[in-house]
């Protein structure tokens, strides 16, 4: 199944000629129009004709929209785009998306979990694994916790890191 990511939620009017005041959820809402067309969660479509940057926020306007009543009604509306318009990811990177759902294992096949989601707190990226009994374990995602990562084989091979008491 084609997995959609979540790039932008619809803030506000921004005027009265159908600008939208976009939160932006991608890295740099400067290549917005890059993407051309974003999708609600029912599949319609909002191709980008227009885009500004007005500060830290991100204004585009929608070939589709016209006036201010119309970008009203929309408010709170998240667009996606598919994970395909994403360019590939360089060697040794990942996609948060791309590891969400993969089996969490150890190099000799023992079951941990379920990737759950990819957290930071603020001391770097963390797996979030959803084990067999419905708790949670946050595992550093470092080269020394995450031996691999095969997509082929929808796992990720840990190796866990020692716990002292």
């Known amino acids: 199944m084609p997995r959609n990511i979540h790039l932008a939620t619809i803030l506000s009017a921004h005027g009265v000629r159908g600008w939208v005041k976009l939160y932006w959820h991608g890295e740099d809402p400067a290549r917005a129009k890059e993407y051309k067309t974003l999708h609600d969660k029912s599949g319609r479509a909002f ?23 119309a970008v009203e009604q929309l ?38 979990g379920i990737v759950k989601s990819i957290q930071n707190f603020g001391a770097g990226d963390l797996l979030e694994i959803e084990k067999l009994n419905n708790e949670t374990e946050f595992l550093p995602f470092t080269q020394d916790v995450v031996q691999q990562v095969d997509f082929d084989a929808e796992v990720i091979i840990i190796n866990p890191p020692e716990m002292t008491e």
Do not use: C, W
Request: proline share 5%; glycine share 8%; hydrophobic share 40%.
């Open 47 to 69: 191709e980008i004709d227009e885009q500004r940057m007005m500060g830290k926020n991100l204004t585009v306007k929608f070939k589709s929209i016209d006036d201010r009543t």
């Open 75 to 112: 408010r709170g509306t998240e667009l996606f785009i598919p994970r395909t318009a994403l360019p590939a990811a360089a060697p040794g990177e990942y996609y948060h998306i791309d590891l969400i759902g993969l089996a969490a294992q150890t190099a000799d096949g023992q079951h941990l």
